[in-house]
């Protein structure tokens, strides 16, 4: 995305695959705009005289106007005046570009010198994230021409000394947002591609381009370490797992995270399989590890002064003859024993070993954990944000706090002890189910809680945000969603 701020009086004519856009708070008429043809600017107070254009948040009226100074004008409705922040204009954003597509608007003029509260920066975000489409797979249809994008947005400013600050954070903000769709690109290819050796693949291209270093650990080294628990996930497919290790360094940084994503390529649920109604959404269960590499791949252009270890920990779960059993018996990289009465909660069998490993091996001062854990976690909190759980408060808030400035709105789950105990086995140490259905969030967490030992740490469920978000104008609905790229770079920073 091309972006320019300028003042009202350096403008060049945008012609007409140019759309002016000037934002409306609620009933606010006239259009404030510095630009605007009072013609059109009439058209509009007689639209709204008769609520055709209100101004109501994610209210769009296109208006075209060939020859003008933009081939059509966009009144972008902001809602109340005071209630509008971040995710008002990312969303609307994402209404927008339903009429940008319609109309093969390729550019835009974004008239903001009237607004200088407005977030444009998430204006931008809203509109790359709406601009993906999942289309590598089909056919172009005969005679229709591939669908216009905006590639370029030119920002009106009151004031010249503004200007460079507003295109910085706009740069900024495509460029997360660009960061965000690499990680939907990877959820949303199919698990007959989007494979364990294909997610390392992605992991060491990162590292090519960066100096980002990436390991990847194969079936015997791993078998070497012990991570049996992960490797007992892995016996039922003949795509082999992978441990993919991608650290950032930066020379002058004083702490060192570690961000883990559950790299589940396909989860058919293994000897204890799920339904088939739905099953083929499991290609989605590596969406935790998508995150946390693209999150990685942002990072690694923004360059903070923070040292990042990522890791993944990526597996199939299927149903091979070789397959982990009920109630088989696997001793995890840090020595615990771990009952398996479930497979279908594999999730978080390859998390403990892959951050028992990290923890021991990095000692990073945190740790965090992404991944589509449990269907509980939709079933408590749906669709509209994930659970995060944790042993220490200070990160669990700022994760929260980095998670409402980005739109990856995160809810706090209790973590008592008592959690704890309640997954310990019969026969061994530990068991990867609670007794029941009961918190089936919380008892994931509380498994979790045994490899991550005293290092600070947070877990996100995101198995109801990170695919099939619904009523999201800059999400698809039948897409990944990205979630957790955003949050993560957010925090990040901030920690810089
Ligand atoms: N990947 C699933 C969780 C999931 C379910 C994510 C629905 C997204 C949508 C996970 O591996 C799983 O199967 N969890 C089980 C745990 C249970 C066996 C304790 C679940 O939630 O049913
Ligand atoms: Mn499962
Ligand atoms: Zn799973």
């Not at 200088?116 to 999942?134: K, R, S």
């Not at 398996?340 to 594999?346: K, L, P, S």
């Not at 021991?360 to 659970?387: F, N, R, S, W």
């Not at 980095?402 to 209790?414: C, F, H, I, Y």
Request: charged share 20%.
């Amino acid at each position: 995305m091309e972006i320019k701020a300028v003042v009202s009086g350096k403008l060049k004519k945008g012609g007409d695959d140019a759309c002016l856009v000037v934002p409306v708070y609620e009933k606010e008429f006239p259009l404030q705009s510095a630009v605007l043809d009072p013609a059109h600017a009439a058209v509009f107070k007689a639209l709204a005289a008769r609520d055709a254009v209100t101004g109501k948040a994610q209210a769009t009226y296109y208006l075209p106007t060939p020859g003008a100074l933009c081939g059509g004008v966009l009144a972008l409705g902001l809602g109340k005046r005071g209630a509008c922040d971040a995710e008002t204009l990312r969303r609307a954003a994402g209404k927008a570009v339903r009429h940008f597509a319609r109309h093969r608007v390729t550019k835009l003029i974004f008239d903001a010198s009237a607004f200088p509260e407005v977030p444009v920066d998430a204006f931008v975000e809203g509109l790359v994230l709406a601009q993906y489409d999942f289309d590598v797979y089909r056919k172009q249809p005969e005679g229709k021409s591939v669908p216009a994008k905006v590639g370029a947005v030119t920002i009106i400013v009151p004031d010249a000394k503004k200007a460079g600050n507003l295109e910085r954070q706009c740069g900024l903000a495509a460029l997360i947002a660009t960061g965000v769709n690499g990680a939907r690109q990877l959820a949303n290819t199919a698990a007959n591609e989007m494979t364990p050796a294909a997610l390392a693949r992605f992991a060491q291209g990162i590292a090519e381009q960066s100096d980002c270093t990436c390991t990847v650990l194969d079936e015997k080294k791993m078998a070497k370490l012990g991570m049996n628990a992960l490797l007992g996930v892995a016996r039922g497919a003949d795509n082999a797992p992978k441990l993919i290790l991608l650290e950032y360094r930066h020379p002058k940084a004083t702490k060192t995270v570690a961000v883990a994503g559950k790299g589940v390529c396909f989860d058919s649920g293994g000897i204890s399989i799920k339904p088939a109604q739905n099953m083929h959404e499991m290609k989605f269960d590596m969406c935790g590890a998508a995150a946390v590499l693209c999150a990685m791949m942002t990072i690694a252009w923004l360059r903070p002064k923070v040292n990042v270890i990522a890791v993944v920990p990526a597996v199939e779960n299927k149903t091979g003859s070789k397959a982990q059993t009920p109630g088989d018996i696997v001793r995890a990289y840090n020595g615990k024993t771990i009952e398996v009465h479930n497979t279908d909660a594999e999730g978080r069998l390859i998390l403990a070993d892959a951050m028992a490993y990290t923890v021991d091996k990095y000692k990073p001062d945190t740790i965090v954990d992404l991944a589509t854990l449990t269907g509980a976690c939709v079933v408590a909190l749906g669709h509209c944000c994930a659970g995060i759980l944790g042993n220490d408060d200070a990160v669990i808030d700022g994760l929260i706090r980095a998670g409402e400035a980005t739109g990856d709105r995160l809810w706090k789950l209790p973590l008592w002890d008592d959690y704890k105990k309640q997954m310990e086995g019969t026969h061994a140490d530990l068991c990867n189910i609670g007794s029941g259905r009961d918190a089936g969030t919380i008892t994931a967490a509380a498994f979790l809680q045994h490899f991550v030992g005293d290092t600070p740490w947070a877990h996100l469920d995101i198995a109801g945000v990170a695919y099939g978000v619904k009523g999201v104008p800059h999400l698809n609905p039948k897409h990944a969603t990205g979630f957790g790229v955003r949050l993560l770079v957010k925090w990040i920073m901030g920690l810089a």
